[in-house]
Structure formats: C-alpha cells, structure tokens
C-alpha cells in the first residue's frame, strides 16, 4: 500500500501544477463567474496534454503514457484537493478505459493526446445511477443504427466531441446481455442538447436522441456485448471518483484545520478546545482509510484481481462518506462564514454534492458491496 519512486515523482509533479495553474480562483471561480459553458478552460485541458496527463491511461504504442489506474488516481486527488474543473475523469479515465482495444480508440486517442477532445459517458436515464437499467433502443437499419431515447446526468455532455452511449440492442431492462455501446459525435443530426449547470458550477447535459443514424463502425466493441467496454470505463470511473473525492475530503479538511490554527474565541485559538481537536483527529483519520482504500481499488483494476469491482465500490462507498463528513465538519467549523459564497469551503460542499452521486452514489455502492459479497 505504498506508491513506487515513479509514482511518486508524479505525484511531486502535479500537486505544484494543480495547485499553482488549476486554484481555485484561477479556475473554478473564473469559469463560473465568467458564465463559461464548458465550465473549464480548453486551454488549461491543452495544459493537461502537454504534461502527459490526457495520455496517462492510453497505451505507449498509440502515442499515451500507459499508466493505469493508481497513476490516474493521483492526479485526481489533486484535481479534487484545489476543485480543478476539467474532463479529466469523464474523457482521460473513463472514456479512455471503455474505447481501449476497439477501432474507436484510432479514431479518438488522437485527440485526447493533444487536449483537443473531450468525451462523455452517456448511460443513465433514471433520477439514480443503475447502469443495467438502460432502455434507450438501437434498431439496425441499412448498415447502422437508429437510436432513440433520452440520457441524463452526462456530465460534459455539453462540450463533449464524442458521447459513448448505451442503448439496447436486446434484451431488457436490468439484464446486462443485450446492451451496446456507441460512439455518437457531436452535433449528430436528431440530437438534442440541454444544457445543465450542477451545484458545483461544472457543467452536464440531458440529452435527447431523435432517429439519430450512426453506422456500424460508431459500436465500441461488440453488438450486444457493450456491457464489457461500458464496465471497463464504470469501474475506472468511479475507482476515479474515489481518489478526487479524497482529494475534495483532504483540500476541506487542510482549509479547516488551518482555520482552526487561526480563529480566536473567548480568548484561546479555537483549535484548543478539546471537542474540536477530537472531531479533526477523527475526520483525520477518516479520510487516510478512504485514501488507503482508494489506492488499493486502483492496485487491484491495474493487477485485473478478480476483486478490483468489489474494492472499486467499497472505495467510492467510503469516499463518498467521508468526503460528505469532511465538507460538513469544514462548513461548521468555519462557522458563519463558511455559508458565504466568499469563502471557500462551501464551494467543496457542492463539489462533494455532485461528485458523490457521479457514477454512484455511497447507497449505491454499499448495497453493491452486499451483493458481490454474497449478500
């Protein structure tokens, strides 16, 4: 459970780089004050492609860096710890992990490499994340497809070159046989976008498909087989959102533990008083359990062990918890100030709002928890 020399020096790399170029008021109050509709800089994501990082995961013979996933994690702590807005996780991690292998992958690598595309992962259509529930239909016709349905909660399905979309080329809802993945680009005729803007200003989309034609060659992977590439990005996708929301737990919890050092009250620095010091050693400690558990997840994806999908949602189940616990205890403790848009704290509440919903919520992942168990 420790990181490698190399794994190290990365991580030595981006911290300075999430910290200096992706702060937050560089980044996420920018954007959002400016009313961007990407809710990102595009010239930041290229900033991304010139350090590697868009590459981490593609494989060195297509022009990546072949890393896997704890290398991604590391960067996703940071992207979490300064709240950095970007389609790291939608396009580098799991868009990557679910074209890998497939003649799309040619298509789209490229421009990953470069910062110049963004990708999207299209899957729920219900109020609660449950991947196998698709019903949005895929009929052949000619030499393609016809889809119709609708999708929600895409997050940067609003800016996405390319959105990988489940549909249902047989079966039924709740069977994983039967479901297909497409890669549908963007301004296909028959699609229409509705822009979203989430609690944490980061920007999604609902999105409607009208007798929208792709041909054969959009399917990633195999008709009736898209369970395996839309797996592949679901688990690197949320082993991910464990990682950045332990960098949202950490960046909260380091502003509130400074705040702590520097408030005073009734005379004494409020981090004297003893019911505090318990409650800050305890998220302390909180928050290096869904770290360690974090990086195990991803060990076990990199290895392929049999039981990379239990841990994977026993980290973002533990993450999830412990990231709502820090950003609360940090709000709180802040006092009134911490309700105030001015201050920072409150912008990791709705980070952590919206993140811990994303490719499942703690409820979610608990229960699935149960159920690879065998309960």
Not at 173 to 197: P, Q, W, Y
């Amino acid at each position: 459970m420790t990181l490698t020399d190399d794994q190290r020096l990365l991580q030595d790399t981006v911290r300075p780089f999430m910290a200096e170029e992706g702060a937050i008021k560089k980044q996420l109050r920018h954007w959002r004050d400016t009313g961007c509709t990407d809710g990102y800089g595009t010239d930041f994501w290229k900033q991304f492609a010139e350090l590697g990082l868009t590459g981490i995961l593609i494989p060195e013979a297509q022009g990546g860096a072949g890393l896997g996933s704890v290398e991604a994690g590391l960067v996703l702590e940071e992207i979490g710890r300064n709240l950095t807005p970007s389609p790291f996780l939608s396009t580098a991690v799991a868009a990557v992990r679910a074209l890998e292998g497939s003649a799309q992958a040619e298509r789209w690598f490229p421009g990953i490499l470069a910062g110049e595309t963004v990708a999207a992962l299209a899957v729920d259509e219900g109020k609660h994340h449950d991947p196998s529930k698709v019903v949005m239909d895929a009929k052949r016709q000619g030499n393609g497809f016809v889809l119709n349905g609708a999708k929600q909660f895409v997050v940067q399905g609003n800016s996405a070159n390319v959105i990988l979309v489940a549909a249902r080329t047989g079966g039924s809802s709740g069977e994983t046989d039967g479901i297909t993945l497409f890669a549908v680009e963007k301004g296909a005729n028959g699609l229409d976008v509705e822009r979203v803007a989430l609690a944490d200003s980061s920007k999604a989309a609902r999105l409607k498909f009208d007798n929208v034609a792709v041909d054969a060659d959009a399917v990633v992977g195999e008709v009736d087989g898209g369970w395996g590439p839309l797996s592949r990005a679901l688990n690197a996708g949320r082993a991910g959102a464990a990682a950045e929301l332990v960098g949202v737990a950490s960046g909260a919890s380091e502003m509130t533990f400074d705040y702590l050092r520097q408030r005073k009250q009734f005379g004494k620095l409020i981090g004297e008083f003893q019911a505090l010091q318990h409650r800050a050693a305890h998220l302390y400690g909180e928050i290096e359990i869904a770290r360690a558990a974090a990086l195990k997840a991803a060990q076990l994806l990199d290895t392929g062990d049999a039981q990379a999908e239990l841990f994977v949602s026993v980290a973002k189940a533990k993450a999830g918890r412990v990231s709502a616990l820090a950003v609360q205890e940090g709000v709180q403790m802040h006092g009134g100030i911490g309700m105030t848009d001015e201050h920072d704290i409150g912008l990791y509440m709705k980070r952590e709002a919206v993140l811990g919903q994303m490719f499942g919520s703690p409820h979610f992942h608990a229960a699935r928890v149960a159920e690879l168990s065998g309960y």
